[in-house]
């Protein structure tokens, strides 16, 4: 029976790697072609639909972890999965007014680049039972680069929506109302700003000690 399900698991997390792969590639597609083809402005209406897919896709990463599907600690997935999906339907999708700034391509460029290594690196795992050496380096090297890409992408993006939260003050709860409770999305959105200060250092860190260890861990196999 255990023999059975470490199978099912096996064949559940390729199929969901591969499909969450090819969701991104199509994403890096679009913004390439979209950026030749029609410039920056139109990146974001280009890739829309299969973005909101990937990355909403990566709550289930969350759930792998609770039920200890996969070894990654929550604790490092859940801040990472909350922040982009924060900006894929917090920002981009509910303020239109921002999707035609150039930061909206390197973000999707940085997040694209970045998920098609990981999805493609855990998928092949899953598949075939180990990942070649390349791809272990792409998966614990690439982030140096596109981590800090991304992230300023992410802040400049929210930084630059504030103006456009506090106007239409849509997602806000004002007083009196039968809970008694109220909600500024305006002044959430600065506090969402300023846990980057404390929470990217420490992330990029902890990324900087898992690329040591699995390098490591390579280099002596």
């Known amino acids: 029976m255990a023999g059975f399900l470490s199978v099912l698991k096996r064949i559940y997390l390729s199929i969901y790697n591969w499909t969450i792969f090819f969701g991104w590639a199509q994403v890096l597609y679009f913004a390439v072609i979209t950026l030749r083809e029609s410039g920056y402005q139109a990146v974001y209406d280009a890739v829309e639909k299969p973005l909101q897919l990937a990355q909403t896709a990566?709550?289930?990463?969350?759930?792998?972890?609770?039920?200890?599907?996969?070894?990654?600690?929550?604790?490092?997935?859940?801040?990472?999965?909350?922040?982009?999906?924060?900006?894929?339907?917090?920002?981009?999708?509910?303020?239109?007014?921002?999707?035609?700034?150039?930061l909206v391509s390197s973000l999707v460029i940085s997040w694209s680049i970045t998920e098609i290594i990981r999805y493609s690196f855990f998928g092949m795992r899953e598949t075939i039972g180990f990942a070649p050496s390349?791809?272990?380096?792409?998966?614990?090297?690439t982030f140096l680069i596109l981590y800090p890409s991304g992230i300023s992408s992410e802040v400049g993006l929210t930084y630059i929506a504030l103006p456009f939260i506090k106007a239409s003050e849509k997602y806000c709860i004002r007083m009196p109302n039968?809970?008694?409770?109220?909600?500024?999305?305006?002044?959430?959105?600065?506090?969402?700003?300023?846990?980057?200060?404390?929470?990217?250092?420490h992330m990029y860190g902890y990324m900087l000690g898992q690329r040591k260890k699995a390098l490591s861990k390579s280099k002596r196999e």
Do not use: C
Not at 134 to 141: D, E, F, H
Not at 180 to 194: E, G, K, M, R, T
């Open 58 to 102: 990566a709550v289930m990463e969350i759930i792998h972890g609770l039920v200890g599907l996969v070894r990654s600690p929550v604790s490092a997935t859940l801040p990472q999965i909350g922040s982009r999906l924060y900006l894929t339907w917090g920002i981009l999708y509910s303020f239109p007014e921002i999707r035609t700034h150039f």
């Open 178 to 201: 039968k809970w008694n409770f109220s909600f500024d999305y305006f002044y959430a959105s600065i506090l969402v700003l300023l846990t980057y200060v404390p929470g990217s250092p």
């Open 134 to 141: 390349w791809l272990l380096w792409l998966r614990y090297s």
